[in-house]
């Protein structure tokens, strides 16, 4: 009996018994469907999330006050025993090394221009913004270098602060009032988007020295540091840890690369991946065990069928290999409606909410369908064995 006679007979036993087969297949094929829709989302959601973190560049080392963990998010911590200071920042400019220094302050107030007003988040920064962050100015030119402790009153707006406050006219060179003091427009940003739920397109940017004083803030909220290409990050650290400690006297700060935001969020979404695999697995396991009933029921039920095959003379391993044949035929089915539910599910899911992002990584696709397929075969091999032990002249005489 040739391999494509064990195939036929193992198609056949299962288009004999429709609805069994279907039944049976359908377990498997919840398992299969629930993890490919969940990793689904769980790769978009990592792809999301990654593409947010590196969208300003990847060579980016955040400096936040206080002495605790942080992500590096503007605002994370405000209370220390020693703020974080401008000539902290000019101070770590001048570390070999760094090519870049953005000390930041956020808030928001109201922006009055051109006869309309807007309340906008309010961002205090450096003048390397822009090249720091990998974030463009569309029109006129962002803030210029000047004293960060006297800096003059000029403001640059997000895409979208301009065009709710100026519609479709050149804000450059005009007059607005923020939080009721005047400010002159540079520059307009171009348009950024939101960054983790941070509209950056709904902002204006003023020197960080104002914006200090807007707030009433004795030192900034974290300090951005880029560094050249070939700089060793360990190394830089380690200079930035040295110099605040000699500056502060104690270490009141947190210097987070952006390397340990990426691990915090390979962590965070690992333990979501095990949570799909635990949840994938249990349905699985039901398939598993709805196989090993069908078979254990088929094997009983085609005894006669089992004696004259070894009356015909097949051999032992050629019907373990038949009723395993068949349990993974039964699996594999089970297995592609299970990959074409789950991936038709994450696309049908991306399309009332796009915001939610799906991707199903084709390897990951092909190793669902192979875990089918060994689900079957493991929970078919009991039943197989049995089989393959009947003795012939007995199983010939059970019909």
């Known amino acids: 009996m040739s391999g494509l006679d064990l195939l036929r007979l193992a198609f056949g036993a299962v288009r004999a018994h429709r609805l069994r087969s279907v039944l049976t297949g359908l377990g498997v094929a919840v398992g299969i469907a629930a993890v490919v829709l969940l990793t689904s989302i769980g790769e978009g959601v990592h792809r999301f999330v990654l593409a947010e973190f590196t969208q300003f560049g990847t060579r980016l080392i955040a400096v936040a006050p206080g002495r605790t963990t942080t992500l590096g998010l503007p605002g994370a911590i405000i209370g220390t025993t020693r703020p974080l200071s401008l000539d902290d920042a000019e101070a770590l400019r001048r570390l070999p090394g760094i ?3 953005v000390p930041l302050v956020q808030g928001n107030a109201e922006v009055e221009g051109a006869g309309r007003s807007r309340r906008v988040t309010i ?3 450096g003048p390397q913004m822009p090249s720091v962050y990998r974030f463009d100015v569309a029109i006129g030119g962002f803030l210029p270098p000047d004293d960060p402790r006297a800096p003059r009153a000029f403001v640059v707006l997000g895409s979208r602060a301009q065009r709710e406050l100026f519609g479709g006219a050149s ?3 005009q007059r607005l009032r923020l939080a009721g003091e005047p400010y002159r427009v540079v520059g307009v940003m171009e348009s950024k988007g939101q960054v983790l739920g941070f509209d950056l397109d709904d902002a204006a940017y003023i ?13 900034v909220m974290e300090i951005d540091l880029l560094y050249t ?3 060793s990050v360990d190394e830089l650290v380690a200079s930035i840890r040295r110099l605040l400690l000699l500056r502060h006297g104690q270490e009141d700060f947190t210097v987070i690369t952006q390397q340990q935001m990426l691990d915090v969020l390979g962590s965070v979404l690992g333990v979501l991946k095990s949570a799909v695999g635990a949840l994938g697995g249990i349905s699985l396991l039901v398939g598993g065990v709805g196989i090993l009933t069908i078979m254990t029921l088929a094997v009983r039920e085609r005894t006669a069928e089992i004696g004259l095959l070894r009356a015909l003379g097949a051999e032992r391993w050629q019907v373990l290999v038949l009723f395993l044949a068949e349990a993974g035929v039964l699996a594999g089915l089970g297995g592609l409606a299970g990959l074409a539910a789950g991936m038709g599910g994450a696309r049908l899911l991306a399309r009332p909410v796009p915001a939610l992002p799906v991707h199903t990584p084709w390897s990951f696709a092909l190793l669902a369908e192979a875990l089918a397929v060994a689900v079957g075969l493991a929970a078919g091999l009991v039943p197989a064995r049995r089989a393959a032990h009947l003795d012939p002249l007995r199983a010939l005489r059970s019909d």
């Open 99 to 101: 090519e870049g220094v």
């Open 123 to 125: 961002l205090g920064a």
């Open 229 to 231: 290409p070939s700089a």
């Open 207 to 219: 020197p960080v020295g104002r914006a200090l004083e807007l707030f009433d803030r004795d030192g």
């Open 171 to 173: 804000p450059l060179g």
